[in-house]
Antibody
């Protein structure tokens, strides 16, 4: 069955760039039925959507993070990646990657649906 | 401050039913039938429990049900069990600029 696994440094210095990769196994990232997303959760707090990408490279970002976020996809490696620049302590969180459904309405087009498969999450701490 | 409003906590006794609300606006919950609900146990990744307002993924107990009225979505858990104690989050599609919004989460305590 499809599995997602996050990887990357657990410690990032303030003002630097956080970089994480999500490896998809047991299925293809190049499916027309899904987006691939990043969600984070600061310690003791709720979930925050960071952004999503379609295998073609189309990206969709949380407006509050858009100026600092870049999400990319490598279909040859079945991976997608997150870069978050100019990090501060407020970016300390567990970062999850997840598969997101692509809902189609015959009249109005495509929409972002639920996150149905999640990675286990990786803790990233921003500290000097 | 989260885009969708949930109660911070709810509680119930085993066997009872509880409902968690998720209030948005006409730009998200009110406009799209793309509300989902997630269960999260401590230290674990969220698990999808409900999608498209009221649909259950394969393997999710039929004790979990979802509904929507206007700008408010609801998750109902019937026949509460100890294992249902967890945090629950709602999520909605929010249009072609905001895209996706989550609720702040609700802690369910089974007494």
């Amino acid at each position: 069955q499809l599995q997602l696994q996050e990887s990357g440094p657990g410690l990032v210095k303030p003002s630097e760039t956080l970089s994480l990769t999500c490896t998809v196994s047991g299925g293809s990232i190049s499916s027309s039925s899904y987006y691939w997303g990043w969600i984070r959760q600061p310690p003791g707090k709720g979930l925050e959507w960071i952004g999503s990408i379609y295998y073609s490279g189309s990206t969709y970002y949380n407006p509050s993070l858009k100026s600092r976020v870049t999400i990319s996809v490598d279909t040859s490696k079945n991976q997608f990646s997150l870069k978050l620049s100019s990090v501060t302590a407020a970016d300390t969180a567990v970062y999850y990657c997840a598969r997101q459904g692509r809902y189609y309405d015959i009249l109005t087009g495509y929409y972002k649906n639920a996150f149905d498969i999640w990675g286990q999450g990786t803790m990233v701490t921003v500290s000097s | 401050q989260s885009a969708l409003t949930q109660p911070a906590s709810v509680s119930g006794s085993p066997g009872q039913s509880i409902t968690i609300s998720c209030t948005g606006t006409s730009s998200d919950v009110g406009s799209y039938n793309l509300v989902s609900w997630y269960q999260q146990h401590p230290g674990k990744a969220p698990k999808l429990m409900i999608y498209e307002v009221s649909k259950r993924p394969s393997g999710v107990s039929n004790r979990f049900s979802g509904s929507k009225s206007g700008n408010t979505a609801s998750l109902t858990i019937s026949g509460l069990q100890a294992e249902d104690e967890a945090d629950y989050y709602c999520c909605s599609y929010a249009g072609s600029s905001t895209w996706v919004v989550f609720g702040g989460g609700t802690k369910l305590t089974v007494l």
